[in-house]
């Protein structure tokens, strides 16, 4: 199985990149689907939804929950972890992915290509199916369709748009959950490649955030925008609504426009036979993802060694550019900043339990001797000036004058390290804190085997 055919000369309007994507995410059925695609699809859903539930709690979330809850829409789409909240699709996939990604949890792809899958895909696709009222097999289709589209963006933009102070997640985003909710809402192909001209002119998000130190909230806000404008693109669009059919590759397009450099071959380079979904990362700790091999690092120096936070006299983690510029801050003092650097996750994983949210709080900023051990970690670049690149090496210097020194390429969760069907129930379980366990059980049981339910209003 290898999902539908396609070929850029078949378009009736314009025959390019954009409108082969349209006809493949429109026309993507769940019986194209080989089973390990299916089973990545449905960890991504399931895992998403467990973040966003202990996410909710955030005051990033709490403030965007208010915000859609005082518009009073009315719709049938449920927002994860609160049962007295129904509302349009679009207000869904808004907040819904606003709690997604509260954690610096969701999951992304690697090699990394600016985007966030579960969080604004998997949102936009549960808000379409409720409204929608379909089953899960054709949520799963409108997932993996929206993955494919939006992963392949990604790579087509080569991670260049950050460097010129976007936030790559907002940019892609929008075309990813368009895909998505647009599978689910019956677009055609030319309705679909309308979908994406809308969406490409609600690409949005700015990195000042990292450079002034301040002001975060906003990259929570730039995946919820995301999820929500894929949504009212592909309604719009359903509707009539026009926009330009060459949004992507045209010379005054999302990638000439947004990319220092970019791949338009990328875009349908092994469309149809073969499935970007396995190159999906589910993050196993609440950070930023370049934060992810140095935690890990730590992790296994503590498990093997005995390494204990009071032992280490300083730390230097060796890595990229993008490291040694954006995420080396060591007095973070914004909240949501605190799981952008690397100097905090360190402190945070040598001091804690690096699977446990809790580690990370960002009350933790308020803790002495983690602050004083923040400023005695250090980001150093080797020179790599890749953003898809997250190796690193981790040199910790104790006090007795040993040197424990870890490079790090992979971590659990990235396809090369899958995390098993029990790490995924026991991280469930830890992101439900606070719920009945019962009612967690059965819904992590339903999330597993979706493509039974013939209705999927159940999740919430």
Not at 119 to 132: C, E, S, Y
Request: hydrophobic content about 40%.
């Amino acid at each position: 199985m290898t999902g539908p055919t396609f070929s850029t000369a078949e378009d009736g309007r314009s025959g390019g990149e954009s409108a082969a994507l349209a006809r493949y995410a429109a026309g993507l059925g769940f019986d194209d689907l080989p089973e390990a695609v299916v089973d990545r699809a449905k960890e991504c859903l399931t895992d998403t939804v467990g973040i966003a539930l202990r996410g909710r709690d955030m005051p990033w979330s709490r403030i965007a929950l208010d915000f859609v809850r005082s518009e009073a829409s009315k719709g049938g789409s449920r927002v994860i972890g609160r049962d007295d909240v129904t509302t349009a699709p679009q207000e869904a996939a808004f907040v819904n992915g606003i709690f997604a990604h509260a954690l610096e949890l969701d999951s992304l792809r690697k090699p990394g290509a600016g985007v966030h899958p579960g969080a604004i895909v998997a949102a936009a696709a549960l808000a379409a199916a409720q409204d929608k009222g379909v089953g899960g097999r054709e949520l799963l289709a409108a997932i993996v369709a929206g993955f494919e589209v939006l992963l392949r963006i990604g790579v087509a933009t080569r991670h260049s748009a950050e460097p010129r102070g976007f936030h790559a997640p907002g940019l892609t985003g929008p075309f990813g959950a368009a895909a998505a909710a647009g599978r689910i809402y019956g677009l055609s192909p030319e309705r679909m490649t309308m979908a994406f001209g809308i969406a490409g002119s609600t690409a949005g998000g700015l990195m000042q955030f990292s450079a002034e130190g301040r002001g975060a909230m906003v990259k929570r806000f730039h995946i919820g925008r995301a999820a929500e404008s894929g949504v009212l693109a592909a309604r719009l669009a359903a509707m009539g609504y026009e926009g330009p059919s060459e949004i992507l590759e045209g010379r005054k397009g999302f990638l000439a426009t947004y990319c220092q450099s970019h791949d338009v071959a990328a875009l349908t380079d092994g469309l149809g036979t073969r499935f970007e979904t396995l190159n999906l990362c589910l993050k196993r700790y609440p950070c930023h993802i370049t934060a992810h091999t140095p935690v890990y690092a730590v992790e296994c120096l503590r498990r093997e060694t005995g390494l204990a936070a009071g032992q280490v006299a300083s730390v230097k983690v060796v890595g990229t550019d993008r490291m040694a510029g954006s995420n080396a801050d060591q007095a973070p003092g914004d909240p949501a900043l605190a799981n952008y650097s690397i100097p905090f996750c360190v402190a945070a994983a040598l001091t804690g339990e690096p699977d446990d949210p809790a580690s990370f709080d960002a009350g933790r900023l308020e803790e002495p001797a983690l602050r004083d051990l923040c400023r005695r970690i250090e980001v150093v670049s080797d020179g790599r000036s890749s953003h898809s690149d997250w190796t690193t090496t981790t040199i910790v210097s104790c006090r007795d004058g040993s040197i424990h020194e870890r490079t790090v390429e992979e971590f659990p969760g990235t396809p090369a390290m899958p995390l098993s069907g029990a790490a995924l129930k026991r991280r469930f379980e830890i992101m439900s804190i606070g719920r009945d366990p019962q009612t967690t059980r059965d819904l992590f049981a339903r999330l597993s085997t979706i493509e039974r339910e013939t209705s999927v209003d159940w999740i919430h």
